[in-house]
């Protein structure tokens, strides 16, 4: 079966509710193990069934935002997902008082009784209206970013399809591609301030009424994270800003010694090199095609995963008018079947969203038969596979970029590291507002600036005044739609870095490490699986200073001015 035959059809509500009470009430009580074990398996398939028509219609939807039968179908979701989400919460509640637990936690594993009592503070009934809100929201957000059809040169161009401009080679280009997307984000300031506003007091609202002090701890409980708080998390970006920050600065100095520009410009930054960016040599097919290659001489694992991703259509990777903007990876249950979304633009970004969509996309191929809760890790720990997987596609890079390609794996690596303070920018711009959720919206873009002026002091956004009073933000979506997840990538990079040193010493030690941990799916917390993958837990204080060394030494030993 093809992707396009996968079979959508709006789904009885009222049976399903029905079906959910009726196994619900089988748990509890004075039920024995089996009969609730029974029901459990029974609820479990109700939820795959529905999730994974919520996901065809969202799959759909973003693929092609212009189509009315799916915009419709997704209104219908954002309304009834958190009426649904009502008898997930009675399940965890009966769940958590079973006098069989501790049969049940021999049978499904205590993380998801970990999971369930933190859930339970996520979620009450009376909450349903404003979360039906939220994701109303966060789809207009979707639409209006998806709307974007800028005029430059002799051609109309969506956001992703103006990141070329935005490399090129020519500063005058570059300088007036950044202003063009600048003058959209600016032409739609208000809409974009009154969208986060309203998501804003939204999400403090709910907060409040689950008897949170803010939205912060509720964003973190939302995101299941058992093992680490806050605080871990502050002293986590303590020693980015000590230890990656100054080394960011030097690769951008060393940067603009290459291109030749003593006082480098934020439309600069995405140049890397005075003779282009490395660059994909071919198309999507050729892209694809050389994936699948690749796929098979990696493991038997990896091919047999990715020749099914191919078979069953499951990659939308164009970029077209009236798609949604940026990359994902979901899996459809009643299908057993990953997906990946990318929106390409002949960069190398093309290879490293292929490659990290391509890391999640196997990592739930391989623990699609664990129960529905351990299919997917939290999302720090889901980084991890995608991130380590653009490093052990290393061996055969050679094949995507030709002669660019030490140029690609210079440009990867000092990538990566300079993506870690602008990833920690992010966290930290989120609990500044989820604080004080009654920032106005230019107190909210000088918080934003403030803290681009402390993780990134190199970033001089020239004339563009729009962004340079701090709007840049208005373009990250995951501050839209997924409060609190961004640092999950800056934590994930850290440990994938640790997969880059592994692999320079030992790939098919490295490779069997990772396979491994992708088996894990999201049975342990994520402490838990980077400690049983050996890997440096990021959280203890001096640790990012030792995982970066190797890669330091890495940079330091190439003569990038020849690149």
Not at 250 to 259: D, G, M, Q, S
Not at 289 to 303: H, L, V, W
Not at 340 to 361: C, M
Not at 487 to 499: G, H, K, P, R, W
Request: hydrophobic share 35%.
């Amino acid at each position: 079966m093809k992707f396009n035959e996968y079979k959508y059809e709006r789904p009885d509500l009222e049976k399903v509710k029905k079906d959910l009470e009726t196994q619900i009430a089988l748990i509890g009580e004075s039920q024995s193990f089996e009969v609730e074990k029974k029901a459990i398996d029974e609820i479990f398939e109700i939820n795959d069934h529905i999730g994974s028509l919520a996901v065809l219609v969202s799959i759909r939807n973003s693929v092609d935002t212009k189509d009315k039968f799916y915009e419709a179908e997704q209104e219908f979701f954002d309304e009834n997902g958190p009426v649904l989400q009502q008898y997930e919460h009675e399940f965890i509640l009966k769940l958590l008082k079973s006098k069989n637990r501790e049969e049940l936690e021999n049978y499904l594993g205590s993380l998801i009784f970990k999971r369930a009592e933190l859930a339970q503070k996520t979620f009450k009934p009376e909450v349903i209206p404003d979360m039906q809100k939220e994701n109303k929201l966060s789809t207009e957000y979707g639409k209006l970013i998806a709307s974007a059809e800028i005029k430059f040169k002799d051609g109309i161009y969506n956001l992703s399809q103006m990141a070329p401009f935005i490399q090129d080679k020519d500063r005058e280009t570059r300088h007036q591609a950044q202003l063009v997307v600048s003058k959209f984000f600016e032409e739609n300031e208000s809409e974009f301030d009154r969208i986060y506003d309203e998501m804003v007091q939204v999400r403090h609202k709910i907060a409040k009424s689950l008897g949170y002090e803010n939205f912060v701890q509720l964003g973190y409980d939302r995101f299941s994270r058992t093992d680490y708080d806050f605080n871990d998390v502050k002293n986590y970006r303590d020693q980015i800003f000590e230890d990656i920050v100054p080394l960011v600065s030097e690769l951008t100095e060393r940067k603009a010694k290459r291109l030749g520009i003593k006082s480098p410009k934020s439309y600069d930054l995405a140049l890397s090199f005075l003779s282009g960016n490395p660059k994909p040599k071919g198309d999507r097919d050729w892209l694809v095609e050389r994936a699948q290659k690749m796929y098979n001489e990696m493991s038997t694992e990896t091919g047999e995963f990715f020749n099914f991703m191919i078979e069953h259509d499951l990659l939308d990777l164009d970029s077209k008018p009236g798609k949604q903007g940026g990359g994902y990876c979901t899996y459809v249950p009643d299908y057993k079947s990953p997906f990946i979304f990318a929106n390409f633009n002949g960069t190398s970004h093309d290879v490293d969203v292929l490659t990290h969509e391509a890391g999640h996309a196997f990592q739930v191929y391989s623990s699609r038969e664990l129960l529905p809760e351990y299919r997917w890790p939290t999302m720090e720990a889901a980084e991890i596979h995608s991130m380590s997987m653009e490093f052990l596609a290393w061996p055969w890079i050679d094949q995507f970029f030709l002669e660019d390609t030490e140029k690609y794996k210079f440009n990867h690596l000092a990538g990566a590291l300079s993506f870690l303070p602008y990833g920690v920018l992010v966290d930290e711009f989120q609990h500044g507002i989820y604080e004080n959720p009654n920032l106005t919206p230019n107190e909210r873009k000088s918080l934003w600036r403030t803290l681009e002026k402390k993780y990134m002091p190199f970033k001089d956004y020239g004339d563009d005044s729009f962004m340079d009073k701090g709007t840049f933000w208005f373009r990250q979506g995951h501050i839209f739609g997924a409060p609190f997840y961004y640092i999950d990538y800056t934590l994930a990079q850290v440990c994938a870095f640790q997969y880059w040193v592994m692999s320079q010493e030992d790939r098919q030690k490295a490779l069997e490490s990772y396979l491994a941990l992708c088996k894990l799916g999201g049975s342990k917390s994520f402490v838990d699986l980077v400690e049983s993958a050996k890997l440096k837990n990021p959280f203890v204080k001096g640790s990012v200073k030792k995982i970066i060394k190797p890669i330091r030494a890495y940079l330091d030993q190439v003569d990038d001015s020849k690149l």
